[in-house]
């Protein structure tokens, strides 16, 4: 996979906005995907789709992972069903992906589910929850404990399909420029923080800014935000906030394993033989894979590199920082689910997974950290 600098991802020129391929999407009436119907003939017909992202073009990782998927797809289905991807702001802006494709602007999207919290409360547990699971308990919850019916229940109002396909693993806490030696510290800050977590920011007295990925460097840098969180060492590295924050603060409370999303026009997807359709479902399952082995294995690497070549400070959250943050969180859920009934719905579901996961993971995973020691 290419490593691009943040100068490139950051200042392609957007839009060459030509309309590529048309969009069979449009009239007739399938029968829904969980009916695991769909012309079964292979016609040989070729589907061109348009796919828009929540990236900026070609953005390492997250928008190549974009791009592999629609090649991946182009590949197995040898040329059947061609998707041309679109960076944010190319073809609609980042944050309008979801409608784009609800409307049938384009037929797939790129994303994650949090960012559509504005329009579809509960799909925030299907991206990340502070203190909630990481991610191989979000894949077992997703694809083994009935999450996934849930996704597709919230997405299926909006006429979108999800697919998980990636995840950031643990994230990292954030990029400051002072110290947090206290809750009081966050009283007044002004954080880019997207989701529940961004909640529990405003609980404490701070101010929660969600921005696309192309604006934080900048909004940091002239002092729009005090601080942002992104991803992990390897994501944070190339954005380059080491340049313009003193501290990275451990561990990403609010993003414990955050799911990376596909979302597809339901006609559009109820409308392809069931080949290819099977063809979008392998494709995401490749990319949930390859995007969290890729990100395990580079992490270290760069920390290492943010240590040892730039000088980052890496702190850890006072542990009762920590502990407000996980109380307001808690806060932040109840209300949540309180006033937002399918949000109720689902956070029953994954409360419940997370609690028979964690009883196995005192005796398993955290076990065996412990035993492995230092
Ligand atoms: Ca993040």
């Given at each position: 996979m290419k490593t691009c600098s943040r100068r490139d991802f950051l200042t392609q020129t957007a839009l060459p906005a030509a309309v590529v391929g048309g969009s069979i999407a449009a009239g007739g009436c399938a029968p829904r995907p969980s009916q695991g119907n769909g012309p079964a003939v292979h016609t040989g017909k070729t589907y061109r789709w348009k796919m828009v992202t929540t990236w900026p073009p070609h953005?390492?990782?997250?928008?190549?992972?974009?791009?592999?998927?629609?090649?991946?797809?182009?590949?197995?289905?040898?040329?059947?069903?061609?998707?041309?991807?679109?960076?944010?702001?190319?073809?609609?802006?980042?944050?309008q992906a979801f409608e784009a494709v609800s409307q049938g602007t384009a037929e797939m999207g790129h994303g994650a589910s949090y960012y559509w919290a504005g329009k579809a409360p509960a799909a925030q547990f299907f991206a990340a929850v502070p203190f909630g699971m990481n991610a191989q308990q979000m894949n077992a919850w997703l694809y083994a404990g009935g999450g996934m019916q849930l996704w597709q229940e919230v997405y299926a109002a909006f006429d979108l399909v999800p697919f998980p396909i990636g995840n950031s693993g643990v994230q990292m806490g954030g990029w400051f420029n002072k110290e947090i030696r206290s809750i009081n510290d966050i009283k007044g800050l002004k954080m880019r923080i997207p989701g529940l977590g961004g909640k529990v920011i405003a609980q404490a007295g701070g101010s929660a800014v969600l921005s696309a990925g192309g604006e934080i460097y900048t909004n940091l840098e002239r002092g729009v935000i005090d601080a942002t969180e992104w991803v992990g060492p390897y994501h944070d590295f190339l954005m380059g906030f080491h340049k313009i924050a003193k501290y990275y603060y451990y561990p990403g409370w609010h993003e414990p394993g955050t799911v990376l999303e596909m979302f597809v026009n339901k006609r559009a997807f109820e409308q392809l033989p069931l080949d290819l359709q099977e063809i979008v479902r392998a494709a995401a399952y490749r990319s949930n894979l390859s995007l969290l082995s890729e990100?395990?294995?580079?992490?270290?690497?760069?920390?290492?590199?943010?240590?040892?070549?730039?000088?980052?400070?890496?702190?850890?959250?006072?542990?009762?920082?920590?502990?407000?943050?996980?109380?307001?969180?808690?806060?932040?859920?109840?209300?949540?689910?309180?006033?937002?009934?399918?949000?109720?719905?689902?956070?029953?579901?994954?409360?419940?997974?997370?609690?028979?996961?964690?009883?196995?993971?005192?005796?398993?995973?955290?076990?065996?950290?412990?035993?492995?020691?230092?």
């Open positions: 953005f390492p990782v997250m928008g190549e992972g974009a791009d592999n998927l629609a090649k991946w797809i182009k590949d197995m289905s040898a040329g059947r069903l061609e998707i041309q991807v679109y960076g944010g702001g190319e073809l609609v802006p980042a944050l990100l395990e294995s580079k992490n270290y690497q760069y920390l290492n590199t943010l240590i040892d070549e730039h000088g980052v400070k890496v702190v850890a959250f006072p542990k009762d920082v920590l502990d407000t943050f996980r109380k307001y969180a808690k806060d932040v859920i109840s209300d949540l689910t309180a006033s937002d009934a399918l949000s109720k719905k689902v956070y029953q579901s994954f409360d419940r997974f997370r609690k028979q996961v964690d009883g196995w993971a005192e005796i398993s995973e955290k076990a065996y950290y412990r035993s492995v020691g230092e």
